[in-house]
């Protein structure tokens, strides 16, 4: 069912296998506010909904802020997530190396509240998700 649809997002939530897929790939470009925004949606939809499993599309997304501020805003995303009950986040590839890097630091770190994995394809992030999801 989709919870949320805009220019910039839409949030399609399956509640039988409690997975939500957050697809940002409608547009092309992506400013600072709108991502602040955009992750602000995402957050507060998996708080209400109390989603165990989010999937993030944004393979086609173009961010046009620089790669710190970047950081800082996904560092800001993680914390905000580790204060709900999400136990899986799987995330697509973008084939963008700045934003690569910091997925696998963030995949590194043992001090979140739930396990996050970068895959290459979409059918393989959702099996993953199904798992003990």
Excluded at 64 to 91: C, G, H, P, S
Excluded at 94 to 116: C, H, K, N, P, W
Aim: proline share 2%.
């Amino acid at each position: 069912m989709i919870l949320f649809d805009s220019p910039i997002i839409r949030l399609d939530y399956t509640p039988a296998t409690d997975i939500l897929i957050a697809d940002l790939s409608n547009r092309h470009e992506f400013y600072s506010l709108e991502i602040r925004e955009t992750l602000q949606i995402i957050v507060e939809h998996v708080r209400h909904y109390d989603v165990r499993c989010l999937l993030m599309d944004s393979r086609k997304r173009v961010l046009v802020i620089d790669d710190l501020e970047y950081a800082d805003l996904m560092t800001n995303f993680r914390k905000a997530l580790q204060a709900t009950n999400l136990r899986k986040l799987a995330r697509l590839n973008t084939g963008i190396a700045g934003r690569e890097t910091l997925a696998r630091s963030f995949d590194t770190q043992t001090d979140s509240s739930y396990v996050m994995r970068t895959f290459t394809n979409f059918e393989q992030a959702i099996e993953w998700l199904k798992l003990n999801g």
